[in-house]
């Protein structure tokens, strides 16, 4: 059992900053992946970045080059520092955290609200 507790979202305007962060407890394996998806109403759940334990990371495409992913395996915390935000990056925001070999386990979502 994997519990996920987030934090860092709120209302925002166009072009400003947030930083996500989602500890994790519970069972957790050497090989794991941790990361960010966002549901905006009425769309589906997309993946926003993700990042292994040893560091390596991948983002959507709209978001390169204005988020970036990072993690403390001491602290198995994951964060996602947001940049430039534009109202389309308005959603709830899902931190996971997939075992190897596991189904994920997921973060009650934080909302994020960009202004234009």
């Known amino acids: 059992q994997v519990q996920l507790v987030e934090s860092g979202g709120g209302l925002v305007q166009a072009g400003g900053s947030l930083r996500l962060s989602c500890a994790a407890s519970?069972?957790?394996?050497?090989?794991?992946?941790m990361g960010w998806y966002r549901q905006a109403p009425g769309k589906q759940r997309e993946l926003v970045a993700r990042i292994t334990r040893g560091g390596s990371t991948n983002y959507a495409d709209s978001v390169k080059g204005r988020f970036t992913i990072s993690r403390d395996n001491a602290k198995n915390t994951v964060y996602l520092q947001m940049n430039s935000l534009k109202p389309e990056d308005t959603a709830v925001y899902y931190c996971?955290?997939?075992?190897?070999?596991?189904?994920?386990?997921w973060g009650q979502g934080t909302q994020v609200t960009v202004s234009s």
């Open positions: 519970g069972s957790i394996f050497s090989i794991n992946t």
């Open positions: 996971y955290l997939e075992n190897i070999g596991r189904p994920p386990s």
